[in-house]
């Protein structure tokens, strides 16, 4: 069974950073591409970022394009995001999430496994 972590959410001012973990179970972690997920109170699940097997390949929400940056070391079944120039609308538990084969990237309907998520909260 497929199990996912998230840790490193918390509370922090804006302007501020975080880095978010991922970590992942099983033995075939590199064989997937992974994404980020987001949501806020009263919000739908939204696409934050993504990232192909290797690496290779990255893609990201309008709203984190230049601030925030997806990556993965598939040799610790690990995926991160790294969240810089933190705004309080960027408030929301954060979820990594295991991606399907044949759907795209940017919707949580591509996704087979979820983590429980990790709250990030962003002062004014």
């Known amino acids: 069974q497929v199990q996912l972590v998230e840790s490193g959410g918390g509370l922090v001012q804006a302007g501020g950073s975080l880095r978010l973990s991922c970590a992942a179970s099983g033995r075939t972690f590199s064989n997937y591409a992974m994404g980020w997920f987001r949501q806020a109170p009263g919000k739908e699940r939204v696409f934050v970022a993504a990232?192909?097997?290797?690496?290779?390949?990255?893609y990201y929400a309008d709203s984190v394009k230049g601030r925030f940056t997806i990556s993965r070391d598939n040799a610790k079944n690990t995926m991160y995001l790294q969240m810089n120039s933190l705004k309080p609308e960027d408030t929301a538990v954060y979820f990594c999430?295991?991606?399907?084969?044949?759907?795209?990237?940017?919707?949580?309907?591509?996704?087979?496994?979820w983590g429980q998520g990790t709250q990030v909260t962003v002062s004014s």
């Open positions: 999430a295991r991606k399907d084969d044949y759907s795209a990237y940017d919707g949580p309907r591509g996704y087979d496994y």
């Open positions: 990232i192909s097997r290797s690496g290779g390949r990255l």
